[in-house]
């Protein structure tokens, strides 16, 4: 079996050279529109500031804007008040960090927010500049890390359900089309793909049998035409494009334009030197990989390889 992940380094370089910093979104909220440009002006150099002049109209923002790292409120405005406004954000969005600005002493209030979860910080009016900076700061960085926590758990849990599905099908006497047909379909769910294909190969040429993932067509065989999947079963390492429509060497595979895939990642199926099929996932949207998800798919497709020469006809 080949035990190579040179290539994944190749490709993180790749991810991490098109990949463009983002500034994190916070949404402020004041029913004082001086306050509310006060705030704007002090946060929008370093953040994509989102503003709402009372809670309602904020949470009408959240649901056109989704989620957003931390959320600066006022305690005391009309309708509502800034903890019950806070409160209606926990269920849809708990990773969001929220601070409440209050002017007067509603100790009650406060401590029961804080307690609950719902509020991480709160600062009196008229606040320092400089101690609304550091602890927004804080707090966009305790938002990066339960996001962290969250997707590492998340892909954790995928992942075993992955390993579960192929060390199954290793053991189970079962056809080879179903075979291939539940490897896709768990490598689909498990990187969240549109569509999978695993197809066969046979004297380094793609062949009809396949098993399939979501929206792929199970009669075309457009593989035989994508230079990623030709230099994948060539160089017997993985191929991928994050950005298909500006990726100029794939110009000319019809299927990407047609069916709005944005991105692809193809991998060879190889045993003893020998590749015996390709892997390939694609996506409708610009996708990319964190390193321990490029470990994660080269060493799933070794398990595949072993599942497939026990049933390779």
Not at 31 to 41: G, K, V
Not at 225 to 248: C, F, G, H, R, Y
Request: charged residues 25%; contains cysteine; hydrophobic residues 40%.
């Amino acid at each position: 079996m080949d035990n190579r992940i040179p290539e994944i380094d190749k490709i993180r370089c790749q991810l991490l050279t098109r990949e463009k910093p983002k500034k994190q979104k916070i949404l402020v909220v004041d029913d004082e529109q001086d306050n509310l440009d006060l705030l704007y002006r002090t946060f929008r150099r370093d953040f994509n500031v989102l503003k709402a002049d009372s809670g309602m109209n904020a949470l009408q923002v959240l649901a056109l804007e989704g989620e957003v790292a931390v959320i600066i409120s006022d305690q005391r405005m009309p309708e509502m008040k800034g903890t019950e406004f806070l409160s209606k954000t926990v269920p849809q969005f708990p990773d969001t960090v929220r601070i409440i600005l209050t002017g007067f002493t509603d100790i009650e209030d406060l401590v029961e927010a804080i307690n609950t979860g719902q509020v991480y910080k709160y600062l009196t009016k008229p606040w320092d500049p400089g101690e609304l900076k550091a602890v927004v700061q804080r707090a966009a960085q305790t938002y990066d890390l339960l996001k962290q926590r969250t997707e590492e758990l998340q892909r954790t849990t995928s992942q075993i359900a992955l390993l579960r599905v192929l060390v199954q099908v290793a053991q189970e006497s079962i056809s080879l089309e179903a075979k291939l047909n539940s490897v896709a379909k768990a490598f689909g769910e498990s990187f969240a793909a549109d569509s999978c294909i695993l197809r066969l190969i046979e004297g380094n040429a793609l062949v009809a049998k396949q098993g399939t993932y979501g929206t792929t067509s199970t009669v075309e065989n457009w593989l035989a035409e994508d230079p990623l999947t030709t230099k994948a079963i060539a160089s017997q390492q993985m191929q991928i494009s994050v950005n298909v429509p500006n990726d100029q060497k794939l110009a000319g595979v019809a299927h990407y334009s047609a069916n709005g895939i944005q991105a692809h990642l193809i991998i060879p199926i190889t045993y003893r030197n020998k590749v015996l099929a390709v892997l390939s996932l694609q996506w409708k949207q610009p996708h990319t990989f964190q390193e321990d998800e490029l470990k994660h798919v080269h060493l799933s497709c070794q398990l595949v390889a072993i599942a497939l020469t026990c049933t390779h006809e």
